[in-house]
């Protein structure tokens, strides 16, 4: 049996996504309880060189619709980095998953010899679609979202292991 390229890419990157936003509304009630300025957590980083907290979640929201566009050979939708809370970033999260969703299957499956390339600022990076999937889209995917829980993690909100998987795991 095999499994199709949508079903590779659509529900466990909608799964994460979902629970990226949950722990995000974790963030939020730890804040309004606490009394912490929400920017505190989302302006956080790991080190002084790398990106915050709200970049992070941009980030797998770009990797993820990107993923699902560039596999359908679709143009990936653009949207503005402007988020400034917790609430902005759930609805940013939440029109990712929603134009994940609207890309159907027969426009992925299928793409796994096509040609993906990304432009980068170290030059372009050429892909099959196998490749981008497996080795760019999903990795990243949860790279960004395991660094976004663990500053929220570090910043003192409870979540544990099983926010991250999301409900269900």
């Known amino acids: 049996m095999t499994i199709s390229m949508h079903s590779a890419l659509v529900p466990g990157i909608v799964h994460t996504l979902k629970a990226l936003s949950a ?3 974790k963030a939020q009630a730890h804040c309004e309880a606490r009394k912490v300025d929400p920017a505190a957590l ?3 980083r790991v080190f002084p060189d790398m990106f915050p907290l709200t970049r992070q979640a941009q980030i797998a929201c ?3 619709k990107g993923g699902a566009a560039r596999l ?3 143009e990936p939708p653009k949207f503005e980095d ?3 809370s917790f609430a902005e970033l759930q609805a940013r999260i939440q029109r ?3 134009y994940m969703l609207s890309v159907k299957p027969e426009q992925i499956d299928g793409s796994e010899a096509r040609e993906v390339i990304i432009q980068t600022p170290f030059g372009p990076m050429p892909f099959t679609g196998q490749s981008y999937l497996s080795g760019f889209v999903i990795p990243n995917v949860y790279f960004h979202a395991a660094t976004a829980y663990n500053l929220l993690r570090h910043g003192g909100v409870e979540i544990g292991k099983r926010d991250f998987l999301g409900a269900g795991a």
Request: proline share 0%; hydrophobic share 45%; no cysteine.
């Open 72 to 74: 359908a050979g679709l």
């Open 82 to 84: 402007t988020e400034t």
């Open 42 to 44: 989302l302006q956080s």
């Open 62 to 64: 770009d990797i993820a």
């Open 23 to 25: 722990i995000l509304g």
């Open 96 to 98: 990712t998953i929603d």
